[in-house]
């Protein structure tokens, strides 16, 4: 499932959103009784917990290379040496 097939503003959605998005089409399935009907809602459930995983590992990745730089122009102000 490539993430073409998300709704274009889902990009611009903090995780807060995104979860509570996640949460209305769990009420959705929860609500409906047969299984054939709910199969849309399922894989729209699939896409979105894909691209939450993306966007969390995103967002990690760039507070640990904030992290690393802020390491780095601590320790050249203390005069240590930095890998």
């Known amino acids: 499932m490539k993430q073409k097939n998300l709704p274009v503003d889902i990009e611009s959605k903090s995780l807060d959103e995104l979860k509570e998005i996640l949460n209305n089409l769990v009420e959705k399935i929860e609500k409906n009784k047969a299984l054939n ?6 894989l729209e459930i699939f896409k ?3 691209f939450i995983e993306k966007k ?3 967002t990690s990745r760039e507070i640990s290379d904030k992290k690393k730089l802020k390491i780095k122009q601590i320790l ?5 040496k930095t890998k």
């Open 37 to 42: 009907q709910s199969e849309e809602n399922y």
């Open 48 to 50: 979105l917990n894909k």
């Open 76 to 80: 050249k102000k203390d005069g240590r």
């Open 56 to 58: 969390f590992q995103n």
